[in-house]
């Protein structure tokens, strides 16, 4: 949209979570000249990124009263896509040098990627702004502004009126189950991906691990490593799939979905083949869930549709002092989270215009429409694919952002066909040197880094 002939206005905004989203919509909403607080459960920045050995008592979640332990990252996790494409545009992911104690691989693990945000945090001042140990329990439009209810570890309790709110808080903790027949009567143990840790517990099991995309290819192979066999069930693969993997332990077997579970402890798959399973691990990935937001039944999640949003981002008739960081699957997610937050500190300044709340509804009711009769269905909504980058450049021409860098755009790809292809050994052999070597030295051209790329290009991987 055109730029706004009104003045620029500051706003006095809260940003819900302290994670990847809430540190860089802070960085962006303080550099257009709004006033900010952060307030997040935790008691450091990173979100989702901060590892820890805890786990929830109820390992499905299905307990809407449990206590919330937010993070979901495992002992051995690395990243899925190389760091150069991760990082936020003027902030690069490299390798620090400086400090042995880093971890340089181009795949870092969980370690890396929170020590990438703590520098970001610090690098921009950030952490004066944040709250720690504060917990949103409610928000909701009050007079044209917003009620922000919290509590502190410490029992204190603190309602404070906002002129907007930028929900930052993820959606990275709230499992989605797979739906078995017969699950009910089936004896063994079911855990989510949410809060698996560590193989240890697995040993000598048998196990069926659901879902096979980044978390469930991993996770499967190192529970491998402890277990008596590990079953793969992937609604992505065909109905009679049936193959042993031998890497790591030949005792991996890939198989199409579930058919049934049964009270003798049996899981049939899809492809006839029966085994005697321990556990189940479901890998099934999340929910949106806002428990916090109350709109009138304006807002409401819906087969994890989370509507109505224009653009994944701003609800229409609470707009823009309601919105939304970082729904959208895809590769590119700090770079999302960066363009999303840039074009949001701009609405808010009054620096650029949003549509009518009809022609914001008008668009939307155009994009489920074409969702449908592309016969995708509506859990799908917020899933963006191959179409990622259009969708990250329109938001970029709202807020005179650059477009999606090329190398960008393929290492994220070229990084998922290898994961695909080759999910043993895609971190560690890869064929993109041609990208990397784009990516550094466009860094350097832009003097976001402080040695020629040469230096890390040559030094190995």
């Not at 709230?174 to 027949?181: D, K, L, R, T």
């Not at 069930?233 to 042993?244: G, P």
């Not at 590119?332 to 937050?341: G, I, K, N, R, T």
Request: glycine content about 6%; some cysteine.
């Amino acid at each position: 949209m055109a730029p706004a002939p009104s003045p620029i206005n500051s706003q006095h905004v809260a940003v819900i979570g302290a994670g990847a989203a809430g540190l860089v919509a802070a960085r962006e909403l303080r550099r257009e000249g709004h006033t900010v607080v952060v307030l997040d459960r935790e008691k450091q920045v990173g979100g989702l990124w901060v590892y820890t050995p805890e786990t929830e008592s109820d390992e499905l979640g299905l307990d809407p009263t449990r206590p919330i332990v937010h993070s979901s990252v495992y002992e051995s996790l690395r990243t899925n896509l190389p760091r150069e494409c991760m990082g936020y545009k003027d902030f690069p992911f490299v390798p620090r040098s400086d400090d042995p104690s880093r971890d340089s691989r181009r795949y870092p693990s969980h370690r890396e990627v929170l020590a990438y945000l703590q520098d970001f945090a610090t690098e921009f001042n950030i952490e004066e702004m944040i709250r720690f140990e504060t917990e949103v329990v409610r928000v909701e439009p009050v007079n044209g502004k917003w009620r922000v209810q919290s509590k502190t570890a410490g029992g204190f309790s603190e309602d404070e009126i906002y002129d907007a709110v930028v929900v930052c808080c993820g959606h990275f903790a709230e499992p989605n189950i797979a739906q078995i027949p017969g699950i009910e009567s089936w004896p063994g143990k079911q855990t989510h991906s949410h809060s698996y840790r560590v193989p240890d517990p697995f040993k000598d099991e048998v196990v069926v691990v659901i879902g096979n995309f980044a978390s469930g290819a991993d996770i499967s192979r190192d529970i491998s490593k402890v277990a008596k066999e590990v079953h793969i069930a992937s609604r992505a693969s065909k109905s009679d799939t049936f193959e042993k993997r031998p890497v790591p332990n030949n005792n991996l077997w890939m198989h199409s979905e579930i058919d049934t579970a049964h009270e003798d402890g049996t899981i049939v798959f899809k492809n006839g083949k029966v085994v005697h399973a321990d556990t189940i691990v479901h890998c099934t990935g999340y929910k949106y869930y806002f428990p916090f937001l109350e709109t009138n039944n304006y807002m409401r999640v819906d087969d994890n549709r989370v509507e109505p949003l224009y653009k994944h981002i701003f609800p229409p008739a609470l707009a823009p002092g309601l919105s939304f960081i970082g729904l959208p699957a895809m590769g590119l997610q700090f770079y999302m989270f960066e363009v999303q937050s840039k074009w949001v500190s701009a609405v808010l300044s009054g620096r650029v215009t949003l549509p009518s709340v009809d022609e914001m509804m008008d668009d939307l009711k155009l994009s489920y429409e074409t969702q449908e009769a592309l016969g995708i269905p509506k859990r799908y909504t917020h899933k963006l694919g191959k179409s990622q980058c259009e969708y990250l450049d329109w938001i970029a021409d709202q807020c005179g952002f650059p477009h999606v860098e090329h190398w960008r755009d393929q290492e994220v790809t070229r990084g998922y066909q290898r994961l695909s292809n080759q999910p043993e050994t895609f971190r560690d052999e890869w064929d993109d040197d041609d990208l990397m070597e784009e990516a550094y030295e466009d860094f350097a051209r832009q003097n976001l880094i402080s040695f020629h790329p040469s230096r890390f290009l040559e030094s190995g991987r």
